[in-house]
């Protein structure tokens, strides 16, 4: 930390990127170019060795470099996109859900990425924190194409959108050592104004940089962010983000009050305790489905959790599309802190998107994005999508702004009359709590980032004792509501408990929710018949129909790799399962494991 890092390959070539002085380091951009393209420096094998040896007891690891050949591809992948896609799920799960990038690596991108050649990627640790990805061309170090992610702490892994790159350093600066130095104060701070520096004139007056290294671009700004133009975009919110600290929770306290885990009271026969204990063992067990966590709650209390080797309590596991549920609770704490009615669900979203006013848009009610009838052109898919560019994979994956590009949606039905499950829906649903958010402050100088960060952490989790909580962004500053909600996997828990708890507190002191929102979010619309309600899946006879223990007032908030959550009122409990399981997504048979487990544990729980 505070060395940067670096990269060592075999065989061996070190390259003289920094020119060094007796008295200050210098990093004159033209003189490494010259530095770089004359010397290079080949050290004896076992000099060498013993350097690696002796750095790798002395300093610690920034980064880490991973090569891999994940087998044959079709001619029709979209390559950007899949980069782009690896990139993003490893800085998540590494820096945001702190797995280990070997696992992740070795576990699963072989399994979701069809990509040919050789992948090289490089993770950053702890200063410029960060995921690349690119490909390698046989023994050419340099690409045109690269997928790049940002951890920026609060609001986890950003997508960055480059262009073509030219210098072979810019594998790990892949939006230039300018973008990566804005890393290198990720933690809180209070900054104070710098001056302002023209653009139109020049270093060191202005703001005006020129390098030989850099190559000339059609856009005015690429002087600034020479292989991303869009990173532009990121001066939207140029104030300083500050964490809030969330509330202290006492190990000696037991879920969902404390830290302490399952309660050491329960109202239930031992026997019948450790009986659920296997079960939930036995489902973290089952060959293929790599599953991580399971956890089971009732009457308030946590009764059995389990995670798979090398996963605990201090992993953060990504919801997937149980973050659009997320959203949705999101809306309604937005719609009663702002002392709205929930009549507003019926209004148009025009109200609150007004680039769709006197539009065909403004048939499209809130209520529609909530049962996802909007009506808008969408095609949900994103494993073989990564081939083809769907809507989709062109929103998360092409976009440095999701919402203008879900704005930018033509009708392909008419509101209300067609359920098409879209992440579509759901971004645009962010946008209206963004709204809301922002429409009643008197002061909103904090910036679109710190005012919904501050607006989630406030007036949802901390209230919960959710300390682990993140959405993360795209790089217009919007939280991505459809996909990118983080957790500890108790903390994931809590928010089944809120739902169990009709949207009041764990100890029944404060309403978070207006009244009967939690009915109506989980009320089947006939448009979807009777099948999913606002942002959630209802009970599916032919998914539990032979199970006889899970009742038919169960429903279910799930995520892509099989994240599922079954709140089930009757019996005031809360069953989840958290993991990467990358068989058949729609496959009725690859949920049995999990509905087995509920049936098992169901059949001892009072």
């Known amino acids: 930390n505070g060395l940067g890092s670096f990269q060592i390959q075999w065989p061996i070539s070190l390259k003289n990127q920094t020119k060094m002085t007796s008295n200050r380091y210098k990093t004159n951009y033209e003189d490494n170019q010259r530095s770089l393209n004359k010397k290079t420096y080949r050290l004896p094998i076992m000099k060498l060795l013993f350097a690696t040896i002796a750095l790798s007891c002395i300093l610690p690891s920034t980064a880490e470099i991973f090569e891999m050949d994940i087998g044959s591809v079709a001619s029709n992948v979209n390559i950007e996109g899949m980069l782009r896609f690896i990139a993003k799920d490893i800085c998540t799960r590494t820096l945001v859900g702190n797995e280990d990038p070997r696992r992740i690596i070795n576990k699963y991108v072989s399994l979701a990425s069809p990509i040919s050649n050789i992948i090289q990627i490089d993770v950053g640790y702890f200063v410029r924190k960060s995921v690349s990805v690119r490909l390698r061309g046989g023994t050419n170090l340099r690409t045109d194409k690269s997928g790049t992610a940002v951890f920026r702490d609060g609001i986890g892994c950003t997508l960055l959108f480059g262009k073509k790159m030219t210098d072979e350093r810019s594998f790990l600066y892949p939006s230039t050592v300018l973008q990566f130095s804005l890393l290198r104060n990720t933690q809180p701070f209070a900054a104070i104004a710098p001056?302002?520096?023209?653009?139109?004139?020049?270093?060191?007056?202005?703001?005006?940089?020129?390098?030989?290294?850099?190559?000339?671009?059609?856009?005015?700004?690429?002087?600034?962010?020479?292989?991303?133009?869009?990173?532009?975009?990121?001066?939207?919110?140029?104030?300083?983000?500050?964490?809030?600290?969330?509330?202290?929770?006492?190990?000696?306290?037991?879920?969902?009050?404390?830290?302490?885990?399952?309660?050491?009271?329960?109202?239930?026969?031992?026997?019948?305790?450790?009986?659920?204990?296997?079960?939930?063992?036995?489902?973290?067990?089952?060959?293929?489905?790599?599953?991580?966590?399971?956890?089971?709650?009732?009457?308030?209390?946590?009764?059995?959790?389990?995670?798979?080797?090398?996963?605990?309590?201090?992993?953060?596991?990504?919801?997937?599309?149980?973050t659009k549920t997320l959203n949705a609770l999101l809306l309604g704490v937005a719609i009663k802190s702002h002392s709205h009615d929930v009549g507003l669900v019926d209004d148009s979203a025009s109200t609150f998107i007004t680039q769709w006013k006197n539009t065909n848009h403004t048939l499209i009610t809130i209520r529609h994005l909530l049962q996802m009838a909007s009506g808008l052109q969408w095609e949900e898919t994103f494993n073989r999508g990564l081939m083809s560019r769907t809507t989709a994979v062109e929103m998360v994956y092409h976009s440095a702004d999701a919402i203008a590009y879900a704005v930018s949606l033509p009708l392909a039905s008419q509101p209300g009359t067609e359920f098409i499950y879209s992440t579509g829906d759901s971004q645009l649903l962010s946008y209206v709590i963004d709204q809301i958010v922002s429409h009643d402050m008197e002061d909103d100088s904090t910036g679109t980032v710190q005012r919904n960060y501050d607006f989630m952490q406030k007036s949802l989790f901390h209230p919960l004792n959710i300390t682990s909580a993140t959405i993360e962004c795209d790089l217009s500053g919007m939280f991505m509501g459809g996909s990118n909600a983080l957790m500890s996997a108790e903390d994931w828990l809590r928010i089944g408990q809120l739902m169990l708890n009709k949207g009041w507190s764990n100890d029944g002191t404060l309403q978070i929710l207006p009244d009967n929102w939690i009915d109506m979010m989980i009320s089947p619309s006939e448009v979807s018949g009777s099948k999913y309600g606002w942002q959630l899946w209802t009970y599916d006879e032919k998914l539990m129909g032979n199970y006889t223990e899970i009742p038919i007032d169960t429903y279910m908030i799930f995520g892509y790799n099989h994240q599922i959550m079954c709140v089930i009122p009757s019996r005031n409990a809360v069953f989840l399962r958290l993991g990467f399981f990358t068989g058949d997504q729609k496959d009725p048979q690859s949920f049995i494991p999990y509905f087995q487990a509920l049936q098992d544990i169901l059949e001892v729980s009072p």
Request: glycine share 6%; hydrophobic share 35%; net charge negative.
């Open 195 to 322: 001056p302002y520096l023209s653009f139109n004139n020049s270093w060191p007056e202005g703001a005006w940089l020129h390098s030989t290294i850099w190559q000339e671009d059609d856009d005015e700004r690429s002087f600034l962010y020479p292989s991303t133009v869009l990173q532009f975009s990121l001066l939207r919110d140029t104030q300083p983000f500050a964490t809030i600290a969330p509330p202290y929770l006492s190990f000696n306290n037991s879920w969902p009050e404390g830290a302490g885990g399952v309660a050491a009271s329960i109202e239930m026969q031992q026997s019948n305790i450790t009986y659920i204990q296997g079960a939930v063992d036995r489902l973290i067990d089952e060959p293929s489905y790599n599953t991580q966590a399971v956890l089971f709650s009732q009457n308030g209390d946590l009764i059995a959790k389990s995670y798979a080797d090398g996963y605990s309590d201090n992993n953060r596991f990504i919801g997937m599309s149980m």
